[in-house]
């Protein structure tokens, strides 16, 4: 019988969150700087916790347009500090304007975000197949390679176990369950 993987709850943003984002390849350099920014935020705490947060996390960080968050200073980490719609972590914040100063940073020499993210995968989603919950890592070689390659750029809150959250939610790597009906081998979508 086929079933959502197991770390969905009954709440309906989770479960439209599993049927209809996670796992899907994401390839817009901008979508996956908002992806690895959320996922930071996530360090310590439940997916879904972020997750119910995301409207005011975009409404805080000016939707995650890089060039507006790379001109936030301490008096916008003050005020962020106080906006209770999202983490009130000073290292967390702060790392969302790090990343987008790094993540400019890289465009201005040229690099195309999303491809030099996806490079860490060959380019293509890695399919993996796993029957349960407890066979799923939570890092791999290539997460602690594309983590070491951040943090070599600047990025910060992109340890190898966040990198690979982030690689399974933006498709890079595709976990769902062989006994989910989002598994490449019963989605047809």
Same mark, same amino acid.
């Given at each position: 019988? *086929?079933?959502? !993987?197991?770390?969905?709850?009954?709440?309906? &943003?989770?479960?439209?969150? #599993? @049927?209809?984002?996670?796992?899907?390849?994401?390839?817009?350099?901008?979508?996956?700087?908002?992806? *690895?920014? +959320?996922?930071?935020?996530?360090? /310590?705490?439940?997916?879904? %916790?972020?997750? !119910?947060?995301?409207?005011?996390?975009?409404?805080?960080?000016?939707?995650?347009?890089?060039?507006?968050?790379?001109?936030?200073?301490?008096?916008?980490?003050?005020?962020?500090?106080? @906006?209770? /719609?999202?983490?009130?972590? &000073?290292?967390?914040?702060?790392?969302?304007? %790090?990343? =987008?100063?790094?993540?400019?940073?890289?465009?201005?020499?040229?690099? @195309? $975000?999303?491809?030099? *993210?996806?490079?860490?995968?060959?380019?293509?989603?890695?399919?993996? &197949?796993?029957? %349960?919950?407890?066979?799923?890592? %939570?890092?791999?070689?290539?997460?602690?390679?594309?983590?070491?390659? +951040?943090?070599?750029? /600047? $990025?910060?809150?992109?340890?190898?176990?966040? !990198?690979?959250?982030?690689?399974? =939610?933006?498709?890079?790597?595709?976990?769902?369950? *062989?006994?989910?009906? &989002? #598994?490449?081998? #019963?989605?047809?979508?």
């Amino acid at each position: 019988m *086929l079933a959502r !993987c197991g770390w969905v709850n009954d709440d309906p &943003r989770y479960q439209a969150y #599993h @049927d209809r984002e996670w796992g899907v390849p994401e390839y817009d350099g901008r979508a996956l700087f908002e992806k *690895l920014c +959320l996922d930071g935020q996530q360090a /310590g705490l439940s997916w879904f %916790t972020i997750l !119910c947060k995301i409207p005011a996390y975009r409404a805080a960080f000016a939707d995650f347009n890089p060039e507006l968050i790379a001109t936030f200073g301490e008096q916008d980490v003050e005020r962020l500090m106080q @906006d209770k /719609g999202i983490v009130r972590n &000073r290292l967390k914040i702060r790392s969302v304007i %790090t990343n =987008a100063r790094a993540y400019l940073r890289m465009q201005e020499q040229g690099i @195309d $975000f999303g491809h030099w *993210l996806w490079d860490f995968v060959g380019g293509k989603p890695v399919i993996n &197949r796993w029957p %349960t919950l407890n066979e799923v890592p %939570t890092s791999t070689n290539e997460s602690e390679a594309m983590a070491r390659a +951040l943090k070599r750029r /600047g $990025f910060s809150f992109v340890g190898g176990t966040i !990198c690979y959250a982030f690689m399974q =939610a933006t498709g890079m790597v595709n976990d769902h369950l *062989l006994s989910c009906p &989002r #598994h490449p081998i #019963h989605d047809s979508s």
